[in-house]
């Protein structure tokens, strides 16, 4: 049996491999002859996917119940990683206690991630809560702070300063917990507590 029998008596087969082949070949060729990608001349910060001006965020647990607040006069998303930066925030932790006042304050700037579980408040950070009951006003001092809104816990490696009525906390590196009002100074912690008054 010679070739040309051979091929023409698999003719579908033998044009199927023509084919490929020849797709092949064509495609070697456009990678070697085609022009070089055009190389991303842009020069700049990342790119906003939006931006919002005056505007107010609203962020809630699973339970349904709200874990975090913020407004500000500006709001940029990143179109990347879907992250939003935001210009001097001024934020609500709220206590979900019934009789309890919410933790208000403000940063120089915020960053959110896309989840929303975690935030970054950069620059100076002030914190205030009003006072209920037999409770005293509490407010917070401190920088750099990350936290977890949705878990109401708070962490920096920066000063802070804790003053609540008469007594005064101070310290390198802070945790705090807002759920069970637990703050934690990890060191150099200095504090004043006066005598607390007897209740009859």
């Not at 990678?31 to 939006?50: E, H, L, M, T």
């Not at 407004?71 to 009789?99: A, H, V």
């Amino acid at each position: 049996m010679s070739i040309r029998e051979y091929l023409r008596d698999r003719r579908l087969t033998a044009a199927i491999v023509l084919v490929g082949l020849a797709a092949g070949v064509s495609q070697l060729l456009l990678w070697w002859i085609a022009p070089a990608p055009k190389a991303n001349d842009f020069v700049g910060p990342p790119r906003s996917g939006y931006t919002l001006t005056q505007f107010k965020g609203y962020v809630y647990g699973e339970d349904g119940l709200p874990s975090f607040r913020v407004t500000g006069p500006r709001l940029d998303r990143r179109e990347g990683d879907e992250s939003l930066y935001i210009d001097t925030p001024k934020f609500e932790m709220p206590s979900n206690t019934p009789g309890v006042p919410p933790w208000l304050g403000e940063s120089e700037y915020g960053w959110v991630d896309k989840s929303g579980t975690l935030l970054k408040l950069q620059g100076p950070v002030y914190m205030h809560r009003a006072a209920f009951e037999d409770t005293p006003q509490a407010e917070l001092h401190t920088s750099e702070v990350t936290a977890w809104p949705k878990e109401n816990r708070m962490e920096t490696a920066e000063a802070a300063q804790m003053n609540q009525g008469a007594t005064t906390m101070r310290g390198i590196g802070m945790r705090a917990n807002l759920n069970d009002n637990h703050l934690e100074l990890l060191n150099d912690s200095h504090g004043s507590f006066p005598p607390r008054k007897r209740k009859s």
